[in-house]
């Protein structure tokens, strides 16, 4: 046979065929335009073609091979029409495979519930570095240079030059707004805090604060007071009681603790609150006027008062989290408990 009278062939046989199954559609496009295919080895043939012929007989092959790729598209198009047709019907009455819905961790919820409730009272919210210099973490607030809480045995230094560690408290944050921003500064500051501590169900080595500044001119400590007894009743319900005991804090004077009524025995005792009927929420003060000062604010002119808290603590009045290394290990779990928690939003 020429390879005119091979082409002519071709085409009638790619124009005759036909393909039910996708197992027929393949047989078509092996035959035809495999490795080994008739047409394939048409364009070997073609090689040898005198070059006068090779003009007209070169499109004719390529429109043969256009056609025979059609078809087996064609082919297989119509034979997946055909699989889906006799395939069983959907059973339109099977239950969905519901994907399990992702939740917040708790400590990401508390941290939104209280930025929330600071918000709607003008605090905006900044944040500072973990690692940390002294003067943030400690100089500026006022630790003398003998201060324990300086101790190898709670802050984690980190190695290299300049003394940085671990901020040991997000009071660090205090500072960097202070020396950025002219009062009024109104702000609160989340953050991961670190400390040289065992672990265990009640300490860990790593946990969370938020720390509140307020300053202004004539800021007292009846606003400091106010704005807990908001904060508590905002975050707790209108029946929880806070009371303040006087402390002691470097970077702040007067300071107190904070104790709220409990929310898991409403005050009648339990384990929480060590059947005291009172848990310890978060320390507080007026701003020391030495701190304003390290700070570039003049304490002649403003005064301000600071809170800390833990959010461990906020979160455990919440749901009452018996161990504190189970926010860490994100068992699953444990996590799935709060999918169906809100923020305040
Ligand atoms: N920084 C303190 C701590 O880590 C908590 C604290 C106490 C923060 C009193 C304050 C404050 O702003 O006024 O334990």
Redesign the pocket.
Known sequence: MSLTERIAHLEEEVAKATARTADEAERFRVVMLGRNGAITELFEAFKQVASEEKRVLGQRMNALKQRAQARWEEFKAGSDQAEQASAPAADLSRPALMEPAGAQHPITITRQRIIDVFARIGFTVSHGPEVEDDRHNFSALNFPPDHPARDMQDTFFVQGPGGMALR??T?SV?VRVMENQKPPIRTISPGRVYRNEAISARAHCMFH?V?ALYVDKGVSFAELKGTIDYFAKSLFGKDVSVRLRPSY?P??EP?AEVDMSCTICSGKGCTVCKHSGWVEIM???MVDPAVLANCGIDPESYSGF???MGVERVAQLIWRVPDLRMYWENDIRFLDRFAAEQTLG
């Open positions: 040991t408290h009071s205090q604060q720390e804090f970077f702040t300071s320390g507080c003060g600071a809170l800390g």
